[in-house]
């Protein structure tokens, strides 16, 4: 019913961008807050970057100046536009939105299936 797809992942150099993008759809009522993810292999999911429906952001101190997150609140998309990718910035993505499904009591986390970031020469 409801599902988050994402895009944009691949490889690119140090000091390269990327755009990813991730679409909600489904039987959504409301959207709160959608955010980024990021899980490097031995690593703990952590949280890359967030975004409420008001626009009001929130990221973590390892992307910050380097990455800008944004939503189009009537294409349910959020976007991260990441510049300067470092190695460090290797792992892979998932999308994540914090919604009121249409008929549903209350709010649920719904995560997309991630997309490959590969930053390398």
């Known amino acids: 019913q409801v599902q988050l797809v994402e895009s944009g992942g691949g490889l690119v150099q140090p000091g390269g961008s990327l755009r990813l993008s991730c679409a909600a759809s489904?039987?959504?009522?409301?959207?709160?807050?959608m955010g980024w993810y990021r899980q490097a292999p031995g690593k703990q999911r952590e949280l890359v970057a967030t975004i409420t429906s008001g626009g009001s952001t929130n990221y973590a101190d390892s992307v910050k100046g380097r990455f800008t997150i944004s939503r189009d609140n009537a294409k349910n998309t959020v976007y991260l536009q990441m510049n300067s990718l470092k190695p460090d910035d290797t792992a892979v993505y998932y999308c994540?939105?914090?919604?009121?499904?249409?008929?549903?009591?209350?709010?649920?986390?719904?995560w997309g299936q991630g997309t490959q970031v590969t930053v390398s020469s």
């Open positions: 994540n939105a914090d919604l009121l499904r249409v008929g549903a009591l209350g709010w649920t986390d719904y």
């Open positions: 489904g039987s959504i009522f409301r959207i709160n807050r």
